[in-house]
């Protein structure tokens, strides 16, 4: 039964919107309700509008704690994001591409993604800028270097806990895996890997950053049926995005420097004949 409540001072009202939000978790009207309620006077607002203010601004603002605690959970070495990319610096990576994939309909079908090429040349920012936009997306995304994971699943295994760690992995929707190719792992720990790309065929998305193309995979993964197992895991029905080789810290480092130096004063080396890398075409590439 209602009780209703007539009278009411607006000192005692303020105080009863505040007991009442604490008892709802509703922070975000009890810490502004007073400031829409005095815009609400100010635009006469209706009953239902003002109501539909407060309640959507609580909304918005669960929905922002949410995708918070989502990047917060993936640990993410650092903040990236797409808004931040400088897409005129490498002329391999297409902006469309890259914006169709932060709508995350490849994360919603279990589909995997493969970015490759040198360092320098963006595959970890675009590995974790998509992951957050994943996150933000509201999926439970985690993010790993490739020899951290390895390294885990060895401890796990001898510690008799393999399998509660494969499907703690194994529940994320987007797993992140950095730098795979930099060092080589052992067979023991590419087995286990393996197993953990098995778990998620098909069913939950992994994304990869790779400075080694497919056929280089071999000094990572030393039996060569392994390799090209997992290739075959991390490829099948997925985006290869290739990044290419000139490396944008390189040129943004030989840009700081030719800046620094004073007119007159240089080494004597024009910085038009710097050695620059070797450039590979690249783009996008799908495997069915």
């Not at 007073?34 to 006469?44: F, H, I, M, S």
């Not at 439970?140 to 008799?160: F, G, H, P």
Request: net charge positive.
């Amino acid at each position: 039964m209602t009780t209703k409540r007539r009278g009411m001072t607006e000192e005692a009202a303020d105080a009863a919107i505040d007991q009442a939000c604490r008892m709802l978790r509703m922070p975000t009207i009890r810490n502004s309700f007073t400031d829409y309620a005095d815009r609400a006077g100010r635009e006469q607002m209706s009953y239902r509008g003002f109501l539909a203010e407060l309640l959507l601004a609580e909304c918005d603002d669960r929905a922002r704690r949410r995708s918070e605690r989502r990047i917060k959970a993936a640990k993410f070495p650092r903040e990236k994001s797409l808004r931040v990319f400088d897409f005129d610096a490498n002329p391999n990576i297409d902006p469309a591409v890259i914006h169709t994939l932060a709508k995350c309909e490849w994360v919603q079908k279990g589909q995997p993604l493969c970015l490759i090429g040198d360092s320098g040349t963006g595959k970890s920012h675009l590995l974790i800028a998509l992951g957050t936009e994943a996150a933000m997306a509201g999926y439970r995304v985690k993010y790993t270097l490739a020899t951290q994971l390895a390294n885990e699943l060895v401890e796990a295994a001898d510690e008799m806990t393999l399998a509660k760690t494969i499907a703690r992995y194994g529940r994320v929707d987007l797993l992140c895996i950095d730098e795979l190719g930099y060092m080589q792992l052992d067979r023991r720990g590419a087995e286990l890997l393996f197993q953990v790309l098995t778990e998620r065929e098909e069913k939950a998305s992994v994304a990869i950053a790779s400075n080694e193309s497919f056929g280089g995979w071999t000094k990572t993964f030393t039996d060569p049926r392994l390799c090209a197992a997992i290739v075959d895991r991390l490829t099948f029905g997925g985006t290869i995005l290739e990044t290419g080789t000139d490396s944008y810290r390189l040129a943004q480092s030989h840009k700081a420097a030719d800046n620094l130096t004073p007119v007159g004063r240089g080494s004597g080396v024009d910085a038009n004949q710097h050695p620059r890398h070797r450039h590979v075409p690249g783009g996008v590439r799908t495997r069915q």
